[in-house]
């Protein structure tokens, strides 16, 4: 068996991570860039915002598949440094995809559940629904989900490489909501954090914490994201013509909950009292300039058409066993 080759950017990250893992367990030669957590050596250090540090890899790994996690996803990063988000979020996977445009590779690029408004009323949302994202994040990633269609486009319609070659290439954006799962530490993950937002609480460290019960959230586990990447690449590399796949996927969890219902989880499983969270049910300002999202949740019609199964583990129940092992 001739083993196949993915390059995962960002494999230092949540979601990276898992998605190394996955394709390994099924016998892929995997190489996975970091940057500031890459060795070196199991994860080669490349910096995305230069475009010559990406055609050097790409030379380097010949990949068939690759996945595209690298990104700036904290608000608070990205508000701060508008333009380095831009040559990370968008800049870097314009490069990425002209690169695997050209080579003829599967592209996945890893989008957000905040592409859309997530307007009351609005969702589930289908993935050829309009995208009016409502912060700076949602915005580069949207931008970057453009620059892969345009490039994938443009090299079919002669680009470099050559159209026959590009036609067997192809670029598909996998847009996800908020992730939780294993991790380096709790600050990771939008979701594994409010484990410490609890513990804190119980201890009495910050006074009284006013905690969002309005927003609906979909967590969904990294382990099952990365799968879906896996089912995703290995069935667009293997489909003979790639014009009928569609270009933008999306998965999700059916777990809801706001950010408060979390936290009322992860007390009763921790023991802890979480009487010094409140819940903050105030949803949007109408007169606001910027409506925070209410409910993005993302329909996973397309990659069940496909075939590719959407089920995931059950929330409560990783949590548990999380805690479980925690305590031992
Ligand atoms: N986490 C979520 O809740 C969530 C929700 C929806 C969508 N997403 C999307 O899922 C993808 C993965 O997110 P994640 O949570 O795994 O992100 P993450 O944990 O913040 O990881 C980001 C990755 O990007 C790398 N990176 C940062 N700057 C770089 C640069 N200049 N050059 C090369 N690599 C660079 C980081 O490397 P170092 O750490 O080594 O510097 C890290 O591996 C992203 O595209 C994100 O937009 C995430």
């Known amino acids: ?41 199991s994860i080669l250090k490349v910096d995305l915002s230069n475009p010559a540090e990406i055609e050097k890899v790409l030379d380097d790994v010949k990949p068939q598949v690759v996945v595209h996690c690298a990104a700036n996803r904290f608000p608070d990063k990205v508000d701060a440094d508008p333009e380095g988000t831009r040559r990370l979020n968008v800049d870097a996977t314009r490069a990425i995809a002209r690169r695997c445009a050209r080579r003829a590779a599967v592209l996945v690029y890893i989008s957000t559940d905040y592409v859309f408004p997530g307007r009351p009323g609005d969702a589930p949302y289908e993935a050829d629904a309009r995208p009016a994202p409502t912060n700076l994040y949602g915005v580069t990633k949207l931008d970057g989900e453009t620059a892969v269609r345009e490039e994938f486009e443009g090299a079919g319609e002669g680009g470099e490489g050559g159209e026959a070659e590009a036609r067997s290439g192809v670029g598909v954006v996998l847009r996800v909501p908020v992730l939780y799962g294993e991790a380096d530490r709790n600050a990771e993950s939008a979701v594994n954090c409010l484990m410490d937002v609890v513990e ?26 990365a799968r879906v990447c896996y089912d995703v690449a290995s069935r667009y590399l293997a489909e003979k013509d790639k014009s009928s796949l569609p270009r933008v996927l999306q998965f999700s969890s059916e777990d809801k909950y706001t950010k408060y219902e979390i936290c009322q989880l992860f007390g009763e499983i921790k023991g802890l009292p979480i009487d010094r969270i409140e819940p903050n049910t105030e949803g949007n300002d109408p007169t606001a300039a910027v409506q925070r999202p ?9 990659l069940r058409d496909l075939g590719i199964e959407v089920a995931t583990q059950d929330f409560v129940g990783w949590w548990r066993r999380e805690c479980r092992a925690f305590r031992h």
């Open 294 to 302: 209410y409910d993005c949740h993302l329909s996973t019609r397309a």
């Open 200 to 225: 804190r609480a119980a201890q009495g460290e910050r006074g009284r914490v006013r905690m969002d019960h309005w927003a609906l959230r979909y967590p969904t586990n990294t382990e099952d994201v």
């Open 1 to 41: 068996m001739t083993s196949k080759t993915v390059l995962v950017t960002g494999a230092t990250g949540l979601l990276g991570r898992q998605v190394v893992k996955a394709f390994a367990s099924h016998g892929w030669t995997v190489k996975g860039t970091g940057f500031s957590r890459a060795d070196g050596s």
